[in-house]
């Protein structure tokens, strides 16, 4: 798994973005699927439960067990066993950032997604808070991983 964290604008300010991924021995769609269906990102990710699939238009609810609270997703765009594209709010302040995850068939059984992350302010906050996001979509690619290759539940006792 490899990550970018940031990189500067044409007008020299660091834009707080970073893009993670990692290989899957998996299809396409069952990759995607495990992303998608609720029942399956509750088995390694929102381990509190996802309310619904992840259908373009619509706000789900994803909670975590070990993370208080449940936290409202907006789903922007989907175009399946391709692309899933969110907005939820920062969490360091009252805005959302945009989340893109990019499903890649690598052949039969093999997938590459790439979950990439931007729009925070750029304040010592929105990096502070960037730097968070990114450690959780790292740990989530590993969860991911894990669980559609071995069904096993990664994240538990994680936190």
């Known amino acids: 798994m490899a990550h970018e964290r940031s990189a500067t604008s044409a007008a020299g300010e660091l834009d707080l973005k970073f893009q993670v991924f990692a290989k899957i021995a998996k299809p396409v769609a069952e990759v995607f699927d495990a992303v998608y269906n609720p029942k399956k990102l ?9 309310s619904g699939p992840l259908d373009e238009g619509t706000t789900v ?7 208080p609270g449940a936290f409202p997703v907006h789903v922007r765009k989907v175009e399946r066993n391709r692309l899933i594209a969110l907005e939820w709010k920062a969490n360091d302040g009252d805005y959302n950032t945009h989340v893109r ?8 059984d093999a997938t590459l997604v790439r979950i990439s992350e931007s729009g925070w302010q750029k304040t010592p906050k929105g990096l502070e808070a ?6 959780g979509w790292s740990q989530m690619l590993c969860c991911l991983k894990v669980f559609v290759e071995q069904g096993t539940n990664l994240r538990a006792f994680m936190y």
């Open 42 to 50: 509750s088995g390694y990710f929102t381990t509190g439960g996802a």
């Open 61 to 67: 609810t994803w909670d975590f067990a070990d993370f």
């Open 101 to 108: 995850m990019e499903f890649e068939s690598l052949g039969p």
């Open 130 to 135: 960037s730097y968070g996001n990114c450690m």
